[in-house]
């Protein structure tokens, strides 16, 4: 039975210390005898967008720069598929997108986020960039869907994905959550049933996972978190505010 690692991630803005971490991570899941590791949103780039075309794109990353080809490296030297968020540039242009691997290091499944809640409102939309294809594909691991943050809440969009039958939905997220002593109970009780809600539209599972940040900004934190849902309920999760792996079996 294949085995999938949801790796929680600290909110890291260097690329290069981003990526050492994403192969500390990866060392992990393959020792693990992982088949597969998902990276939430933002993994490599981060989520600070300024609205300023030269500082953004150049802390974002292309198809061809030298950090995902080490990672295709990666992925076939511990022959795992790697899932990752990031902030990608294509001639001068940024998208916020998602990259699958194959074990073999070739892409699966490569999407960009097609709602627009990641967009500063200084943002030039003809250089910051959503996308218009659904994030859908055939994979070693059956047929894969990803939404990216809101795209879940998109109506037609999530029915759209629905409709192309997938085996498993990925979810990957940067979601700040208001910070106090009970966060935990407050996201469980009051934020995450709408998301459950959501997921129930879905006949395959669903696999979570947030971005990771212990800096308090107006009263907000990226809080992290990992949940692996079926039939619209929790099978296996990952408690807030706390960085790691959790190990999901894969029908």
Same mark, same amino acid.
């Given at each position: 039975?294949?085995?999938? &690692?949801?790796?929680?991630?600290?909110?890291?803005?260097?690329?290069?210390?981003?990526?050492?971490?994403?192969?500390?991570?990866?060392?992990?899941?393959?020792?693990?005898?992982?088949?597969?590791?998902?990276?939430?949103?933002?993994?490599?780039?981060?989520?600070?967008?300024?609205?300023?075309?030269?500082?953004?794109?150049?802390?974002?990353?292309?198809?061809?720069? &030298?950090?995902?080809?080490?990672?295709?490296?990666?992925?076939?030297?511990?022959?795992?598929?790697?899932?990752?968020?990031?902030?990608?540039?294509?001639?001068?242009?940024?998208?916020?997108?998602?990259?699958?691997?194959?074990?073999?290091?070739?892409?699966?499944?490569?999407?960009?986020?097609?709602?627009?809640?990641?967009?500063?409102?200084? &943002?030039?939309?003809?250089?910051?960039?959503?996308?218009?294809?659904?994030?859908?594909?055939?994979?070693?691991?059956?047929?894969?869907?990803?939404?990216?943050?809101?795209?879940?809440?998109?109506?037609?969009? &999530?029915?759209?994905?629905?409709?192309?039958?997938?085996?498993?939905?990925?979810?990957?997220?940067?979601?700040?959550?208001?910070?106090?002593?009970?966060?935990?109970?407050?996201?469980?009780?009051?934020?995450?049933?709408?998301?459950?809600?959501?997921?129930?539209?879905?006949?395959?599972?669903?696999?979570?996972?947030?971005?990771?940040?212990?800096?308090?900004?107006?009263?907000?934190?990226?809080?992290?978190?990992?949940?692996?849902?079926?039939?619209?309920?929790?099978?296996?999760?990952?408690?807030?505010?706390?960085?790691?792996?959790?190990?999901?079996?894969?029908?």
């Amino acid at each position: 039975m294949p085995k999938l &690692a949801l790796a929680v991630f600290p909110l890291i803005e260097d690329l290069d210390v981003a990526y050492q971490k994403m192969v500390e991570y990866i060392d992990q899941a393959a020792e693990a005898n992982c088949s597969l590791i998902v990276f939430p949103e933002a993994t490599l780039g981060g989520i600070d967008i300024q609205g300023k075309p030269e500082a953004d794109i150049s802390k974002s990353v292309a198809l061809d720069s &030298a950090y995902i080809e080490k990672l295709r490296g990666y992925a076939r030297k511990h022959n795992i598929g790697v899932g990752f968020g990031f902030l990608e540039s294509e001639k001068n242009r940024i998208f916020d997108s998602f990259l699958l691997l194959n074990p073999d290091g070739e892409t699966s499944l490569h999407y960009r986020r097609i709602s627009p809640g990641w967009l500063t409102s200084n &943002a030039d939309q003809d250089i910051y960039r959503c996308g218009k294809d659904l994030g859908i594909a055939h994979t070693p691991w059956g047929k894969i869907a990803v939404l990216i943050c809101g795209d879940l809440f998109m109506e037609e969009l &999530a029915k759209e994905t629905a409709a192309q039958k997938p085996d498993l939905v990925l979810h990957i997220l940067a979601r700040a959550y208001p910070f106090g002593t009970d966060i935990q109970r407050q996201w469980d009780e009051l934020e995450f049933p709408w998301y459950l809600s959501e997921y129930a539209k879905f006949d395959a599972p669903v696999a979570v996972v947030n971005v990771l940040d212990g800096r308090i900004e107006d009263g907000h934190v990226y809080c992290g978190g990992a949940w692996y849902v079926k039939d619209g309920k929790p099978v296996a999760s990952k408690e807030l505010m706390t960085p790691g792996l959790l190990f999901v079996d894969l029908p």
